[in-house]
């Protein structure tokens, strides 16, 4: 063992020295390759993850879209609950693919169109009265989506009150424009990932910064860092403004979902870190295992054990929050600032060690300009 | 190690010698330039008017502090640059800076190293600085005409001047304008723009390496950071590049209180100490030896927690020998006081140069804090906890009570 070792060592001398002072021409990718498979890590990714998860979530919008057509057939209490339950269920099933952010969903905008919030209420009410809309247009995107609809069901809570207000046709007819949009953005990344994109999506599994193991994990963590810590948390609780703005909270109108949208956001970021099939049923390869695998090859702490305990942090502080995030906010802001603290300092974490760690570029930069 | 070890170490290192010769230098010699000029092309890359913005913010901000006839509202405008709607709001004098988008608030209590994972801490400083702007409209401004007494806010004579102080005998304007200097200067210079975590943010050290410059800028991020550091101290300073000769009439904020310590003769050279590191480190920026930047990033770290602590055992000795024996006289003292009470205020901010961990503990200094406002706050406070907390501040840097108290 120990001769072994020996013309190892002479044999990595031989190989490494000539390398280590050569020219410029870069013959590292390959020899210095990590060794991690990165492709078995993609097909996971997509298999059992990524495509089970934009399945579920048009799946969900789908019964949305039926919903809001049975309802507004009856217009009665139980067609209205059935909507805002299936609504709640889309709302859900969204936090599992908002960080998905790649391929169809990142060309027609998925996440802007889908969940922008805080919502234009003058704009809806606009769309509404005149029946003059184009949901196309960039400029519609905080008239519609799932945070569009929370307005619509849930900004008068008298369920009657409700129901009369849908009694006009042109709301009616709005609710359906908004939620036939929603599906069918839905439906588009799905068949897209379904009909060749998967393939495009695992074939790219090189190192570089167009590689699809970059670039999704720039998409993890630029969802973690903007759309969870800043959005769900940070935004709501004055982090980034001179007061406290309790009314930019997801799920502002129906006032009850804010912190569970914001524990599911989180348990699909763990989940997707992990390694975790969507159904729960398998743990495939990971970032996790990726970290693991090259910080054995150079002896460093357990990047990854800190990681998860840094989110278990994160979430022992968010299940001490109120449900309704709003209400914290305004009666004991400062809980709030903890959560977001310990959702910042994960983001630390992965941002820095663990970017440095896999040697991944981040591909977005903070305007923090002076 | 064994002797077949040894020979293989031996070998290895022959060939890495031989292979290598032609390798250049890798620790380039860095020579600071005379003055703080630096230029990529023929154009000047050194930058930092945010810096400046927002140190005449603030100065704007302490001298309507100390205006009777200024609303809360126009005070709260100047600290957050914003209406309290959170409208663009236009309290300044300065027409370029009710342009700027910028404000005190937003970088108070904002370095990376200490807030980013802090907010929690960085909001209860803001609130204390609102509290402070606050209570010098609703306590101080009513009582005017008042003569103060112990727990009564009003006038009170030191010497020709007449000062404005709350209940405690604090001033609420020396509150800010020194707790700023802690809060505003130091932090975003020694936990945030001289931070490692700053400096080699995202590329920026690949970026500094091949030239390559921000985006419409002429120079490199990393450079910037540097000068960013640079104008929280020189901001406003006559020369940009050689902003000695006039140190100490630049500013009400950091660049003053350089130059007074630097005017105490135990601590003469100091001011020059400060200049020279930053020039060496932006030069060693330039000649991409971060070994020799991280050096005088920990140098001016040191020296810049220094200035702040020197100027907080000054104010608090000035402060005990201005106590009067007996009558009432205590105009002088409560002055000197209030600036102490703003530079203690600051220790938090301050950065031992090695580690990341200021020289005083958010709750050592919220400890100091609570003995200087006890009670009746400075008419109760007495020479023995003055000496106490000199001394205690002294004892954690490398000057004494009596170098620091005249």
């Given amino acids: 063992m120990k001769r072994l070792g020996q013309i190892l060592f002479f044999l990595g001398v031989l190989v490494i020295c000539p390398l280590a002072c050569g020219p410029d021409t870069d013959p590292f990718d390959d020899l210095m390759s990590d060794g ?3 492709k078995e890590m993609l097909v996971h990714w997509a298999d059992n993850v990524i495509i089970p998860a934009f399945a579920s979530y048009a799946h969900a919008t789908d019964a949305l879209k039926t919903s809001a057509v049975n309802f507004g057939l009856a217009l009665d209490e139980d067609s209205l609950l059935k909507l805002k339950e299936h609504w709640l269920d889309a709302v859900k099933k969204w936090q599992g693919v908002s960080m998905f952010d790649i391929g169809m969903a990142e060309q027609i905008s998925l996440r802007d169109f889908s969940n922008i919030y805080p919502v234009d209420v003058e704009m809806i009410e606009n769309h509404i009265s005149t029946g003059q809309y184009n949901l196309e247009l960039p400029s519609t995107r905080v008239a519609q989506g799932l945070q569009a609809l929370d307005y619509l069901l849930y900004a008068n809570q008298d369920i009657e009150r409700v129901l009369a207000d849908f009694d006009d046709q042109r ?13 069918s953005l839905a439906q588009q990344v799905l068949d897209h990932w379904q009909s060749g994109y998967r393939e495009a999506f695992i074939s790219t599994d090189g190192s570089s910064a167009t590689s699809s193991v970059d670039k999704l994990t720039n998409d993890f963590l630029f969802y973690f860092e903007k759309f969870l810590r800043a959005g769900k948390v940070g935004i709501p609780a004055g982090v980034f403004s001179n007061t406290v703005l309790p009314d930019r909270v997801e799920g502002y109108y129906s006032q009850r979902y804010s912190r569970s949208f914001t524990e599911l956001g989180l348990n699909a970021t763990v989940d997707f870190f992990i390694g975790k099939s969507y159904d729960g049923d398998v743990n495939g390869p990971s970032l996790e295992d990726y970290i693991n695998h090259v910080t054995a090859q150079n002896g460093t702490r357990d990047l990854t054990l800190v990681i998860l305990e840094q989110w278990d942090k994160a979430r022992q502080a968010i299940e001490s929050l109120d449900p309704n995030l709003t209400r914290q906010i305004e009666n004991n802001n400062v809980q709030m600032l903890k959560a ?12 820095v060690e663990m970017l440095q760690a896999l040697n991944i570029q981040v591909d977005f930069v903070d305007a923090d300009g002076d | 190690m064994t002797t077949r070890g040894f020979s293989c170490l031996v070998v290895f290192t022959l060939m890495v010698l031989v292979a290598c010769e032609s390798d250049p230098d890798p620790m380039p010699v860095v020579q600071a330039p005379a003055v703080y000029k630096f230029s990529r092309d023929g154009e000047s890359t050194v930058s930092f008017d945010g810096q400046t913005t927002r140190i ?13 006839e200024v609303a809360e509202l126009a005070l709260n405008e100047m600290w957050a ?3 309290a709607a959170g409208g663009d709001a236009d309290p300044f004098e300065n027409p370029a800076l009710n342009e700027s988008t910028k404000s005190v608030r937003s970088k108070t209590a904002a370095s990376q190293d200490y807030f980013s994972s802090n907010v929690t801490e960085a909001i209860k400083i803001k609130s204390e600085f609102e509290s402070w702007i606050s209570a010098q409209v609703n306590e101080v401004f009513p009582n005017e005409l008042v003569l103060a007494e112990p727990g009564i806010a009003g006038q009170i004579a030191d010497d020709v001047s007449i000062r404005y102080v709350n209940g405690d005998g604090l001033e609420y304007n020396q509150a800010v304008n020194k707790g700023l200097i802690g809060a505003l200067m130091l932090d975003q210079m020694v936990n945030n723009y001289l931070s490692i975590s700053v400096l080699d943010a995202a590329s920026n050290r690949a970026d500094n390496d091949a030239g390559t410059v921000a985006s419409g800028k002429s120079y490199t991020t990393m450079e910037h950071k540097w000068d960013e550091a640079y104008g929280y101290l020189f901001g406003t300073s006559q020369s940009e590049s050689d902003p000695l000769p006039t140190l100490g009439g630049d500013d009400a904020f950091f ?13 003469t050279g100091i001011a020059e100490e400060v200049y020279d590191a930053f020039k060496l480190g932006r030069a060693a920026i330039v000649a991409k030896n971060y070994t020799v930047r991280d050096q005088q990033a920990a140098k001016l770290r040191e020296l810049l927690s220094k200035v702040v602590a020197v100027r907080a055992v000054y104010y608090l000795q000035q402060g005990k020998n201005g106590i009067p024996t007996s009558g009432s006289d205590f105009g002088a003292a409560f002055h000197d006081l209030s600036e102490g009470f703003g530079f203690v205020y600051s220790l938090r901010f301050t950065r031992q140069p090695d580690i990341d961990a200021p020289y005083f503990t958010a709750s050592e200094v919220d400890a100091m804090i609570a003995q200087l406002t006890a009670g009746n706050g400075f008419w109760d406070i007495t020479p023995a906890v003055l000496d106490a907390m000199s001394k205690q501040i002294a004892d954690a840097f490398d000057f004494t009570v009596a170098e620091a108290g005249s």
Wanted: no cysteine; net charge negative.
């Fill in chain 2, 81 to 83: 640059n914003e209406t």
């Fill in chain 2, 56 to 68: 005449l913010m603030a100065t704007e901000l302490i001298n309507a502090m100390e205006d009777f």
């Fill in chain 1, 340 to 351: 977001y603290d310990e959702l910042q300092k994960a983001v630390v974490l992965l941002k």
């Fill in chain 1, 36 to 38: 991690f498979d990165r």
């Fill in chain 1, 171 to 183: 709301r009616r007819q709005y609710l359906q424009a908004v939620v036939e949009r929603l599906d």
């Fill in chain 2, 255 to 267: 660049n003053k209180y350089l130059q007074r310590v630097d005017g105490d003769e135990d601590f």
